[in-house]
């Protein structure tokens, strides 16, 4: 069987405001280059034929081609502008997507996403149709409920990360009807449509960098890659 042509869309919606900077976060630079590079490399790492979609807000096209000048950035990515939330701009990325493939959506801070998750995730999608990478919870955790809050058991929740991967036409599908509340991710809206998500597992340095605190840990991991 022919192997299906494989996209990233990376999704680079963020502003610097809980990173408490004036620079977007996926622009604020790690080890020597903005983190949205390092993030583009891991996925052209793994699959140098990958067709990359990497979508910004329309604000930022123009800056992010300028700084792929200076570091002499050189992978082959298409640009999309964002929309007005995630869901919007995962639906402009897809409108770059011909045909029949294998899709992953990747959040574009989180530059640490091991080749071999990756894979994994593609592997599964082409399997199942979806797969979504997730680790379980190293905290205790409480609901919180009418009357204050309850332990529940952590062995039955997943903390989700990305990639999310999936056949390009349950995406589609998935991303054709109207935007609603609970799509926090990618599988929240293609469990919508009704179908079932496959979980692969991740890392724990596959971190989102949204605060300060992150650049810390992303410094320290990308030191010991180098």
């Excluded at 609901?143 to 529940?152: D, F, H, K, M, Q």
């Excluded at 599908?173 to 293609?190: G, I, L, M, R």
């Excluded at 724990?204 to 949204?210: E, P, S």
């Amino acid at each position: 069987m022919a192997q299906l042509p494989e996209y990233a869309i990376i999704v680079a919606g963020g502003s610097g405001s809980r990173m408490q900077r004036d620079i977007p976060k996926q622009f604020i630079e790690v080890a020597g280059k903005p983190v949205l590079m390092h993030t583009i490399e891991r996925f052209y790492k793994y699959n140098p034929e990958i067709r990359l979609i990497v979508v910004l807000p329309k604000e930022q096209l123009d800056v992010w081609r300028e700084l792929c000048q200076k570091y002499k950035f050189s992978i082959f990515h298409m640009t999309v502008p964002g929309g007005a939330t995630r869901f919007g701009s995962v639906k402009n990325g897809l409108d770059a997507v011909t045909g029949d493939g294998l899709v992953a959506v990747h959040d574009g801070v989180r530059p640490f996403v091991d080749l071999t998750t990756i894979k994994a995730a593609f592997e599964a999608a082409a399997t199942y149709g979806s797969a979504v990478v997730a680790v379980s919870p190293k905290d205790s955790i409480r609901e919180l409920t009418a009357e204050g809050s309850r332990a529940v058991p952590r062995t039955k929740y997943k903390l989700v990360q990305t990639p999310q991967v999936f056949q390009a036409g349950i995406l589609r599908k998935a991303y054709e009807q109207p935007e609603q509340e609970h799509f926090t991710d990618d599988a929240s809206v293609v469990e919508s449509i009704g179908e079932t998500i496959m979980l692969v597992e991740g890392s724990y340095r596959n971190i989102k960098i949204t605060t300060p605190e992150d650049l810390i840990l992303a410094e320290a991991f990308a030191r010991e890659e180098l």
